[in-house]
């Protein structure tokens, strides 16, 4: 069984930065892709960035330019790397892997003040 372990989440001041790690309990190569998610008090999980296996990057509008998602393979560790945080973001941040399967983190709060 795979297991994601999200951390990094905090709380910070509108317009500062914080870097969200997702460690896994094995290899991250073999994934097809990864993913990070958020999922605001009452709102539905979103998407919100996706990196492939080959390196290949997509990002929701409303990160794109502020947000940068990358894997080190050799860690068997993503990252969502967050600048210029606005209070909009404030959410649990949750990072997923998928290889025919899907698996999740536990999530790691963010929360954004303005």
């Known amino acids: 069984q795979v297991q994601l372990v999200d951390t990094g989440g905090g709380l910070v001041q509108a317009g500062g930065s914080l870097r969200l790690s997702c460690a896994a309990s094995?290899?991250?190569?073999?994934?097809?892709?990864m993913y990070w998610y958020r999922q605001a008090p009452g709102k539905q999980r979103e998407l919100v960035a996706t990196i492939s296996q080959g390196g290949s990057t997509n990002y929701a509008d409303s990160v794109k330019g502020r947000f940068t998602i990358s894997r080190d393979n050799a860690k068997n560790t993503m990252y969502l790397q967050m600048n210029s945080l606005k209070p909009e973001d404030t959410a649990v941040y949750y990072c997923k892997a998928i290889d025919g399967l899907a698996y999740w983190g536990q999530g790691t709060q963010v929360t954004v003040s303005s």
């Open positions: 094995r290899s991250i190569f073999s994934f097809n892709a």
